[in-house]
């Protein structure tokens, strides 16, 4: 079994350049344990064949990456549309909204939930006649 701290000094070494300290203690291991020869050997040919990996984009990826970024584009521009609306909506809205507020307290003489609503005062026996079922 290989001791963590040579497992990382081993991958250390692999991606850069060791401390004199590092590299004698790595030296030293690497004499003594095969298994650590063995696991460098396997590291350095997996290192060796990822490096001559040629990685080939898809065709036309400028192309596509183009429209991607003009259909984002496109996206954002109802947000001005939307403010428009938004500006020509909000004062009646909100006049109508002032209208059955002022309705609702004329009308019942309070300010309530219920008022808003237009839900009457409902008593539980007239909710439990609703569930109440005859034979």
Partial sequence: MIAEHLHNLLLKSLDAELSPEESLKLESALTESEELRTLKEEYLQQKALISNQEFRLRPFLATRVMAGL????????????????????ALPVFALILLVLTTAIVVEQQITVDTFLGVSVLSIDELMNDFIVSN
């Fill in 70 to 89: 003009e259909k984002l584009q496109e996206t954002k521009e109802w947000i001005p549309g939307l403010s428009f609306a938004f500006k020509r909506l």
